[in-house]
Structure formats: structure tokens, C-alpha cells
């Protein structure tokens, strides 16, 4: 069971934790803002503490092997991830193969090989992790999946001993943030409560969550339009994420996760904005179930029963897949997120490229089967 501290000070709340469990040796994987925080605080002159930024959005391959080996060689009794959803996700993993695979002895591909076959060992537990969020979006910090990119195409670690111990959910993090990311990682936030309820694995427990997160967002998503958000709004938008993230841990993510890594990944739109660029499509694709083949074994009238839920919980009951999909590419457009794939070079790339890495375990996770025609359709004729 993990523990959620929620404050307005995460470096005391962090002092505490650290002088309460006598951990000496700590590492660190920071995103910019953490990076400036510890730094102002003389973290790094404390030669027992390892600050480590050296990693891009969306880990790579050699993002994380070059981490675990200089994780390895630290040998930490902390490991603490203070960042957006890259930052807790590097974090997590390295931690994890860290204390399962000596560094020294297997080369990168066969980590490689390891990881894309889904056979990575864990059978030790890596030191406790603490996740710190500094953005309001990915839910990184609930899930016990991680996210790396081998040869550009996306893979999931996904292991029990990846999900954190503590999580420190401080909205002032948060302050410094610019309005455009806030909006795409809110954008997240949405699609994966969306996408959890109509997950083929929910279950009362997802739902709960999820519900609890659509509403939350739902409440205040357009105040981010209007400006900087106010610090308790913000403290609402950090439990929604994180409750999201809750709910994905129990379902995983849908077809709108599927197809945004290539587009991610080819387009360079960010996660959140990738997500929600289709995800509308799938509002009608995923309630249109006479003619479809069905991946949720509770069959057609579960499903018929879960979209209406979802409509009316998003917009009204009785609303349509229609409209909800106008509304939902309305909150994009006034959170200034662009809804036309065209104009986000899809053309220059090529729908085939985007077709060929999608990622299949995600898509089989949808309600209903997506076919390449249904996708390539999504993306050539979008808003
Ligand atoms: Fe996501």
C-alpha cells in the first residue's frame, strides 16, 4: 500500500521522512524544477546525496542502462524521483533493475532483448522509492508500469516492484510551471480516467477512481484557460491526476494510449496532447459495438451501458458519442491545443509509419477491436 502525503512543503515533509527511517544515501532523479529546489537547498553539496538529471523526456535505452550503472555503483538506501511523468518513470525502473541485474554483466542488448520479451527478472526488492509529481498529469507516481523507448518504438516495464513507497503530492511544485504544459499533462490526466472507465479491465475499484478524477477535471479544467490557476484548483488537479494514475495501475490504458506513442514519438507532440488528439474518434468508435468485433468479454450491453456512463459522466446524461467528442475537442481548442493532425505534419510522416508503432498491448485493452482501416481513418480525417 503506498502512502500519499499531501503538502505545501515537500522538502520538509521530505527532511522528516529521511531523518525518521535514517536513510543516509540518496539518489536522485531530477526534472529542471527539482534540480533548482535542491540545489538552492544545498543538496548538492551533501556528498551522501546523488543528484541526476542526465536523461531525456521519454527515456531511451541508453537513458536508463547508463542510469542503472551509475545507480548501481551509488548504492543507495533512497531512491527519490522529483519530476514530471519521464523523471518518476526513469526512476522507477532503474531503481528496480538496478538491484535485480548487475550492469557489469549484461550488455544493453540483452537488456534490450529482455525487456521487449517481457521476461525481465525481478526477484529482489529494489530500496524504497519516494515520487515527488511536479506536474499534474501523467499519475506516473500510482502505477507500477514504466514507460522506455527501444529503436523509438515504446515498451512497458511492468512489475509490482516499480510502484513507489511514498508519494508527495505538494501543489506549490507546481507554481513555476508553464500554462502550456499544465494543459497537456491535464489533458492526460482526462484521457486516462476516460480511458480506464472504458478500460476491458475496470472494475469497481478503477471506476471509482476514475469517476472521482473525470469529475474533478471536469470542474476545473477550463479555469486553466483563464490563466494562471489558483493553488488549491491546482492541489484538486494533482488529486485528480493522481487518482487517474490509480485507476490505470488497475486497468492500463486504451486505444488513444496506443496510437499517441508513434505520434509522440514521429510528430514530437507531447504525451497529454497526443493522447487527446484522438481520443474523441474513439467516443463513437467505442459506443458503435452492432457491427464490431468486442474485446470486453462482459459483451455488447455492458459496453452499450459503460459509454453511456462515461457520456453522461463527461457531459450530461442522455449526451451522445457526438457530442461528447465536439466537446471534447472544444476544451482542447480552448486550452489552445491544436486538433488537426494535419497540421501537425501527419502527412510528412506518413500514416504507415505511425500504423507500424502502435502499441498493440494497449490497443488490445480497448472495448472494442480497432482495425488498421479504423486507424488510419482516425488519423487523416480528425477535427
Ligand atoms: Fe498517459
Redesign the pocket.
Known amino acids: 500500500m503506498q502512502e500519499v502525503i499531501k503538502t505545501r512543503s515537500f522538502l520538509d515533509s521530505l527532511n522528516e521522512i529521511i531523518k525518521k527511517n535514517d536513510y543516509c544515501k540518496i539518489f536522485f532523479f531530477t526534472g529542471s524544477i527539482g534540480h533548482k529546489i535542491l540545489k538552492a537547498s544545498d543538496y548538492d553539496k551533501n556528498s551522501n546525496y546523488f543528484i541526476y538529471s542526465d536523461f531525456k523526456n521519454d527515456p531511451s535505452l541508453d537513458d536508463v542502462y547508463k542510469a542503472v550503472k551509475i545507480l548501481s555503483n551509488f548504492e543507495p538506501d533512497l531512491v527519490i524521483g522529483i519530476g514530471g511523468?519521464s523523471t518518476i518513470d526513469i526512476a522507477k525502473q532503474v531503481n528496480c533493475l538496478s538491484s535485480n541485474y548487475n550492469i557489469d554483466k549484461i550488455s544493453k542488448d540483452l537488456l534490450a532483448k529482455h525487456i521487449i520479451d517481457k521476461d525481465l527478472l525481478f526477484q529482489k526488492n529494489p530500496p524504497p522509492m519516494i515520487a515527488i509529481p511536479t506536474t499534474a498529469g501523467?499519475g506516473s507516481e500510482a502505477t507500477q508500469f514504466s514507460v522506455i523507448y527501444i529503436n523509438k518504438v515504446k515498451y512497458s516495464i511492468d512489475n509490482k516492484c516499480l510502484l513507489p513507497k511514498q508519494i508527495i503530492l505538494d501543489p506549490q511544485l507546481l507554481v513555476d510551471i508553464e500554462p502550456g504544459l499544465i494543459a497537456t499533462t491535464i489533458m492526460?490526466a482526462l484521457?486516462?480516467s476516460i480511458e480506464s472507465l472504458w478500460s476491458i479491465k475496470s472494475n469497481n475499484e478503477s471506476t471509482e477512481y476514475a469517476t472521482h478524477a473525470l469529475l474533478i477535471i471536469k470542474k476545473n479544467i477550463k479555469k486553466i484557460a483563464k490563466g494562471y490557476p489558483d493553488i488549491d484548483t491546482i492541489q484538486e488537479l494533482m488529486d485528480a491526476a493522481h487518482l487517474a494514475g490509480k485507476a490505470i495501475n488497475i486497468t492500463r490504458?486504451t486505444a488513444p494510449?496506443a496510437l499517441?506513442y508513434p505520434l509522440s514519438m514521429h510528430l514530437k507532440i507531447p504525451?497529454?496532447h497526443a493522447?487527446a488528439l484522438t481520443l474523441p474518434n474513439f467516443f463513437i468508435i467505442n459506443s458503435s459495438i452492432e457491427n464490431s468485433k468486442i474485446n470486453d468479454s462482459r459483451g455488447k450491453a455492458y459496453i452499450k451501458e459503460r459509454m453511456e456512463y462515461i457520456f453522461e459522466l463527461f457531459l450530461e446524461k442522455g449526451a451522445t458519442a457526438k457530442q461528447c467528442r465536439n466537446e471534447f475537442y472544444n476544451l482542447m481548442k480552448i486550452l489552445n491545443l491544436e486538433t488537426d493532425l494535419n497540421k501537425l505534419r501527419i502527412k510528412e510522416i506518413g500514416v504507415r509509419i505511425i500504423l507500424d508503432d502502435i502499441n498493440q498491448d494497449r490497443l488490445a485493452n480497448n472495448p472494442v477491436s480497432i482495425s488498421d482501416e479504423d486507424i488510419n481513418k482516425i488519423l487523416t480525417i480528425t477535427s
Open positions: 511523468g501523467t492526460d484521457s486516462q490504458t494510449h499517441s504525451h497529454g493522447v
